[in-house]
C-alpha cells in the first residue's frame, strides 16, 4: 500500500513539474471565459488604489465586445443565454476602472434589447446556473451601470 502511496506522490510531482515548467503557457491550458476574466478585472490592486490587479484581463474585456455589443461564445454567430450573465460582467468589469463608456453603452443596448427573447427562448430550459447568477449579476449591474 505504501508503495502504491509514493507512486501516485511521484507521479502529481511529475506532472506539476510538466504543468508549471516555464516553457509552459499555463492560459493554453484554460480556454478564455468572458465571465471568469470579467471578474478577474474587476479585482483592484492591493499595492495600486484605483487599478485592477489584472490589467491584462481589463484589456481583454476591452478588445473582445463583439460587434453586437456583447460578450461570450456564440453559437453560429449567434448570442447564447450563456452571454448575458458575460456581458453584464464585462459591463461592471469596465464600469469599475471607467475604462469605456461606448462599449457600456453597446452591451447594455445589447442586454436592454435581447435579454428577453434569449431568455424565452432557453425558458423549458434554463440551466440551473443562469437561474442563479443571472439576477444576481443584474442586482450588481445595477448598483454600478
Known amino acids: 500500500m505504501e508503495s502504491s502511496l509514493l507512486s501516485i506522490q511521484a507521479l502529481v510531482t511529475k506532472i506539476k513539474l510538466e504543468t508549471f515548467s ?33 490589467k491584462g484581463c481589463l484589456d481583454w474585456v476591452m478588445s473582445n465586445q463583439k460587434g453586437e455589443g456583447y460578450w461570450g461564445v456564440s453559437a453560429d454567430g449567434l448570442p447564447t443565454i450563456d ?10 468589469a469596465l464600469k469599475t476602472w471607467n ?3 461606448k462599449g457600456v453603452e453597446k452591451g447594455l443596448a445589447f442586454i436592454h434589447a435581447n435579454t428577453k427573447m434569449l ?3 432557453n425558458y423549458q430550459h434554463l440551466p440551473r446556473w443562469f437561474v442563479i447568477v443571472f439576477p444576481g449579476m443584474v442586482e450588481l449591474a445595477r448598483q454600478q451601470v
Open 83 to 92: 452571454t448575458l450573465p458575460a456581458t453584464l460582467a464585462c459591463l461592471v
Open 99 to 101: 475604462a469605456s463608456d
Open 22 to 54: 516555464p516553457k509552459n503557457d499555463l492560459y493554453s491550458f484554460v480556454s478564455p471565459s468572458a465571465y471568469d476574466t470579467a471578474w478577474l478585472a474587476m479585482v483592484q490592486d492591493p499595492k495600486e488604489r484605483g487599478r485592477p490587479l489584472f
Open 119 to 121: 431568455v424565452d427562448v
